[in-house]
């Protein structure tokens, strides 16, 4: 098995990068989280959406997703899991008392958990789905062979590209946030602000077609 070649791994970097960083639901969940919770809060939430990629790419290099896109039974189920999901997500948050004033969780396991929910939120995202199984075969050399290796590692090379920004994105939005959260009231209001851009991408997924 062999790598892809440079220059195919900088053009698929490029057009990743540009990708992830314009304007979408993942974006719009680890700034939620960052400011409502901390930079190390969207850090790890990011990080966890990020490596929710590497599911995608496994199902693309091996064909299910097409055949998930081909199920209309199959993707609608995943969509209403995903949107659910999301909901889930902003409710809790929106019951939330304040992230400033909550210390009930220990740091680790409030990250672990917090990296577990962006995994799942977007490991289960019938979009992200549908958006590898077209984006990553548009850079897959016809002449290097192996379609599904290709595959793979443009999966990885995404999955580390959005790792980091999506990290700098998480610590962006956590700086703002501290910055907000000096009283109570203003911690409460970020998490009903994160808590509602949940609610609303998860009603989203379930009413797209």
């Given at each position: 098995?062999?790598?892809?070649?440079?220059?195919q791994a900088l053009a698929f970097l490029a057009a990743a990068m540009l990708i992830t960083l314009s304007p979408g639901p993942d974006n719009l969940m680890v700034l939620g989280m960052g400011a409502s919770r901390g930079r190390a809060a969207g850090v790890a939430f990011g990080l966890g959406c990020a490596t929710g990629c590497l599911t995608h790419t496994l199902?693309?290099?091996l064909g299910v997703s097409a055949l998930i896109a081909a199920s209309p039974v199959a993707f609608t189920a995943l969509?209403?899991?995903?949107?659910?999901?999301?909901?889930?997500?902003?409710?809790?948050?929106?019951?939330?008392?304040?992230a400033t004033q909550t210390?009930?969780?220990?740091?680790e396991t409030s990250l672990a958990r917090l990296f577990a929910r962006g995994l799942v939120a977007n490991a289960i995202n019938p979009k992200v789905v549908l958006f590898f199984l077209a984006f990553l075969p548009q850079f897959v050399s016809a002449r290097a062979g192996s379609p599904g290796w290709q595959i793979a590692q443009l999966g990885v090379l995404f999955t580390l590209q959005a790792a980091l920004l999506f990290s700098l994105l998480g610590l962006a939005a956590?700086?703002?946030?501290?910055?907000?959260?000096?009283?109570?009231?203003a911690a409460r209001w970020l998490d009903r602000v994160?808590?509602?851009?949940f609610v609303v991408l998860g009603l989203r997924l379930i009413a797209c077609r």
């Open positions: 098995m062999t790598l892809i070649a440079f220059e199902l693309a290099a969509k209403i899991a995903g949107g659910a999901y999301l909901i889930y997500l902003g409710v809790m948050a929106l019951r939330s008392r304040g210390g009930a969780l220990l740091p956590g700086r703002v946030g501290q910055w907000l959260s000096r009283t109570p009231a994160a808590g509602t851009v």
